[in-house]
């Protein structure tokens, strides 16, 4: 910290050894010979320079942020000060959901550089999921984190003031809201370079998205409400890509896209990457109903997931409302308690709307637009992955069209997703 | 501007004397002998000092915040960081809305001094309805600047970085919010030691409302919406007390409650004075009948307010719609202007809905919260107030309630209204 903007410059392996070798914590931590440590850079995001870095004694992860989009390269310049959001978030979260992110280790506001715990064995969980693996761990850590982190930095946690502070403090990270408004509310529905979608089975289907006005409709709405709806501190990019995992823990990394907007908007991102990985899930069975158990188990965690959430954000609201929205003078006595927990079962019902229309708005950007996810990507026979593809779409188009009049439960959606398993669309070409 | 906080004092007669005759601008507008200059303290708001000076060449406004709250005392302090957001928002408003606001002659930001245009001889609204006065601009100025200041700072004319740019300037001004979030949203429908009313006629309807847990919920999620809905730069207390008039002027003054929040809380404001303008009518009439040509301007003023205000901010976006929301690109032919022109609709609609739940809360604060409006204030016959005060808390509470099933259009409310003007509650006492 302190360090002016002019000190950035690329860590690449010498220099960072140099680097951590002037930090005695970190020399602590990893051991006392630095030309001894492994220096590997792993990062396969689209976004950053990530190294494990290993001495005899343990070892850490290291995360620096380059000034531009790695995936596209210079010509897409992209802010350094993300590096400080991913900061500030990951404190926040640790703060409130402890155990539940990386260990904080060591942080340089002008490299945009973090040290964090080295998590192992822990792997994506995507990558566990097109595997067919079940986590019995995640739904109940999952919840806890979204429960916690979107309640306490909510209206119903914090005073006015603590909130619009909170809010500021994350406005000028509006470069990474602005790929999220591109990239996921925009682009999918018109003609754009950046585009793809497996062609030319999909072909149809695309141009048919970019003709659906209702849907155009319904994805704007829900981009002016990530915009304009700043109900709590969002992780903003919650997909299983990043989810750490293994049998008995669950780590959420990467929240640089962290600001304050609408909850549904986080929940929606866990909810729809299982729904993708179900819907990817037959393109990669060897012999039909191998991953039944598998895929039964994605649905039964689609439904554990909004269940335990709204369970443990109810159950916050009942006993740590200390913010401002819905004063509890003025629910007093057995009738004011009544009618309050009446009005947080519908507060979860508005939730549960915006949260399947993002979780809409999140597959579709994930098959027509620009970053597709290895669920459906590692599906090698293009017409198999087109498939399980337009089964996924055609779920997002009726959530967002239709949410609340036809999605008024989790179940309605599983039941939803479940008969469209085997459903053989037609496709293009 | 570049004064340390350190630097502030209270300017009474003498030094405002001196400090302003520094100021070469305004000794060449105010004439060139200092000593002739009339200064008087004319403030009857409720927090700052404002003086008229005048000198033989021309007068100017000088407003100075006070580090309390005037109405109240030392005993409730309240950041002089206001003048500065005024200053702020009475700039960007000078800029959308150009001569609808006093012009801004100077600024010293450690003093939380500002010197305005003098607006003579205009007064303010209130007291000329109070009086039975009609003005022929007021829906068409009123309506112009709403229309303007809101459009043009919403996500439908700015980019989503420069609308978390503005949301953040204007954060800090928390404890101005947080005046409203207690007075209008939270302290009348619960025993609070600021709250009267006027008693005993009106003491079962207040201790009715402390019950009505529909009310309650009503208020409460307006209460968030104003918290956590940073939809456009608002003025934060357009009532008809910040608003002077002539015949053929309107202009809107102390806009120190500005922040980003929802519309309807403007627009709200506006038609919430008019209608309690009209039910204070009856307990100023001297005969039967005396002002029926004024009462029935009121109504039809409220009605065009909206009106007015709905086709002139539909009409900016049509033509100026240069923001990051409902991208023109996902709505291109014929059938994509039709289907966006409905939604745009709908939004009005929304916004309607909004409206008039924060117009309904605008007049029970007025009733049975701290702050009170001489629209009621000066109907001396207590018994003749509290008929009045009925009357429109009765309006109120069904705006509030049912604002979304009983009253889609504006018609609606005035036809309310017009049914309640006679009608004759049980009063207490």
Not at 205 to 231: C, I, N, Q, T, W
Request: hydrophobic share 45%.
């Amino acid at each position: 910290m302190g360090q002016g903007q002019g000190d950035y410059r690329i860590l690449h392996e010498a220099a960072l050894r140099d680097y951590l070798a002037e930090q005695p914590d970190l020399v602590t931590l990893l051991g006392a010979e630095p030309v001894s440590w492994s220096i590997t850079e792993v990062g396969d995001g689209n976004l950053n320079l990530v190294f494990i870095v290993k001495g005899d004694r343990g070892g850490v992860a290291v995360k620096q942020a380059l000034p531009y989009v790695r995936l596209v390269g210079e010509s897409w310049p992209l802010p350094l000060s993300r590096a400080h959001y991913e900061y500030l978030s990951l404190s926040k979260q640790a703060q409130l959901a402890p155990g539940l992110v990386p260990a904080l280790l060591h942080h340089n506001e002008a490299l945009a550089l973090t040290v964090m715990e080295l998590l192992e064995p822990h792997i994506i969980m995507r990558k566990g999921m097109v595997a067919g693996t079940q986590y019995p761990r995640f739904v109940d850590d999952i919840t806890s984190f979204m429960a916690r982190t979107l309640f306490f930095t909510s209206d119903l946690a914090l005073s006015a003031a603590e909130k619009k502070q909170g809010i500021a403090a994350f406005a000028g990270n509006h470069a990474l809201c602005k790929i999220t408004e591109d990239l996921i509310f925009t682009d999918p529905y018109r003609i754009a370079e950046q585009n793809r979608w497996t062609s030319p089975y999909l072909d149809a289907l695309a141009a048919e998205l970019r003709e659906d006005m209702e849907l155009h409709v319904a994805v704007s709405r829900l981009k002016l409400k990530f915009m304009a709806s700043p109900e709590a501190l969002l992780h903003g990019d919650l997909h299983t890509g990043s989810i750490m995992v293994t049998d008995g823990q669950t780590r959420v990394i990467d929240p640089e896209f962290a600001f304050y907007g609408p909850m549904g908007f986080d929940v929606g991102a866990v909810l729809a990457n299982l729904l993708m990985a179900y819907f990817a899930s037959a393109g990669h069975e060897r012999s039909p109903g191998e991953r039944q158990v598998f895929e039964d188990w994605v649905l039964g965690t689609v439904e554990q997931v909004w269940n335990e959430f709204a369970r443990k954000f109810l159950e916050l609201w009942r006993d740590e409302a200390a913010g401002d929205a819905y004063p509890i003078s003025l629910f007093a006595g057995e009738k004011g308690a009544a009618r309050l927990e009446a009005e947080r079962q519908a507060y979860m019902r508005r939730l549960f709307t915006d949260t399947v229309g993002f979780a809409a708005a999140k597959t579709i950007r994930r098959i027509f637009g620009l970053a597709h996810n290895i669920d459906f990507e590692l599906i090698e026979d293009p017409k198999k992955r087109a498939f399980s593809e337009a089964r996924a779409v055609r779920l997002a188009r009726g959530l967002m069209v239709e949410a609340a009049a036809a999605f008024r439960t989790i179940a309605d959606v599983t039941g939803a997703a479940r008969k469209l398993r085997d459903w053989m669309p037609e496709l293009s070409g």
